[in-house]
């Protein structure tokens, strides 16, 4: 097998133990404040850094926790990720995290999905704040102020609604940045979890370009990025592209055929994001020799990444019913990736509503 099929083996294995692993909510004491900041750090630049900076200047006493999405290594996108999640919290530990945590399986669910499952772990981890970049678009102040107010800020089809009130406080799309800030308005929201006061909005820094690192990363060749990330992060991409360690554009294309090309209708209209139109366009299209063949039979869907999506959940294929459970129990487990010390660490410990704590191997 292939390094990026083990990958997706084992996590296939978690996965199920943790759908099957019961919640145990532990009623802790801490005094400490607690800082959770989601980010994939694919890989962490100096955005990711400024973030982290800012609010730990703003709370220098409090324990940064990282919460980096794990499972399957695929981004909200669909795409595989350039690093494995343990290199990712390596990088974040040795530039100032003092915990990193095992985020939901962002590239085998929809986003309101995985944003669900972010909010439960905000919940779990007892946060006290939570930072976010966003970028300064007009209408975006308003929508910063009624979230810090406590509103049910809710995205909906070209607008933005403030639930509280009944008011639509933005006609229009926002792009990707400050959607999730109003996705997480939304599900925290839904789970009942008071976020009044606790985000840190901060401003994103121009002179980054993801797709400049990404050219670098596949040539080898830092010389055009060395001023849009730490050194540390071009460190471990060094190291790891000496080890054969980059998964990006890596797929288990075999399964992801296996599964096009064999399941049956009601198998493949029962997998996460798919629905019976999905399903037919498929079976009637195939078999499939590649996977290029395999996306032009895949539907356009609402996201401009569904095709990425679908290829996925092919490759990871659950059933929906499965990822609701999933979902309906997160987090089962609290995985800890990476912690700077042992008393960062109790204090972790100490600190989140969550009895299940394992050290990820």
Do not use: W
Request: with cysteine; aromatic share 10%; net charge negative.
């Amino acid at each position: 097998m292939s390094k990026v099929s083990n990958i997706l083996a084992h996590d296939m294995e978690l996965f199920y133990n943790d759908l099957n692993e019961d919640y145990k909510f532990s009623h802790t004491s801490s005094d400490i404040n607690l800082i959770a900041d989601f980010t994939e750090y694919n890989p962490l630049h100096n955005g990711h850094f400024h973030c982290m900076k800012t609010a730990k200047h703003m709370f220098p006493n409090s324990l940064f926790v990282a919460i980096v999405p794990g499972l399957f290594e695929r981004s909200g996108r669909g795409i595989p990720y350039i690093l494995p999640r343990q290199l990712r919290a390596e990088i974040a530990i040795s530039v100032g995290a003092d915990i990193v945590v095992e985020g939901p399986p962002m590239g085998i669910m929809g986003s309101g999905q995985y944003s669900l499952c972010l909010c439960k772990m905000f919940k779990a981890l007892n946060t006290d704040f939570i930072p976010r970049g966003y970028k300064p678009v007009e209408g975006m102040d308003e929508i910063l102020k009624r979230i810090n107010m406590g509103h049910h800020v809710a995205p909906k089809p070209y607008k933005i609604v403030d639930k509280t009130t009944g008011e639509i406080i933005l006609k229009g799309k926002l792009e990707e940045d400050n959607y999730v800030i109003t996705s997480f308005s939304n599900s925290l929201s839904k789970i009942g979890f008071d976020f009044k006061d606790k985000f840190i909005f901060v401003e994103r820094i121009g002179g980054v370009s993801g797709t400049l690192i990404r050219e670098s990363i596949l040539n080898d060749n830092f010389d055009d990025v060395v001023d849009m990330m730490p050194s540390k992060t071009i460190e471990v991409l060094k190291r790891e592209i000496k080890n054969n360690s980059i998964i990006y554009g890596i797929r288990d294309v075999e399964k992801i055929l296996d599964t096009a090309n064999n399941y049956s209708f009601e198998k493949l209209s029962a997998l996460n994001l798919f629905n019976d139109k999905l399903a037919e366009n498929i079976i009637e299209n195939r078999p499939f020799t590649n996977v290029d063949e395999l996306q032009d039979a895949i539907l356009q869907g609402f996201s401009s990444h569904f095709r990425q999506r679908v290829l996925s959940i092919l490759e990871n294929p659950i059933p929906k019913k499965e990822i609701s459970r999933y979902i309906e129990n997160y987090p089962s487990v609290i995985r800890v990736l990476g912690y700077k010390d042992d008393d960062s660490l109790e204090k972790f410990k100490n600190k989140v509503n969550n009895e299940n704590i394992s050290l990820s191997t």
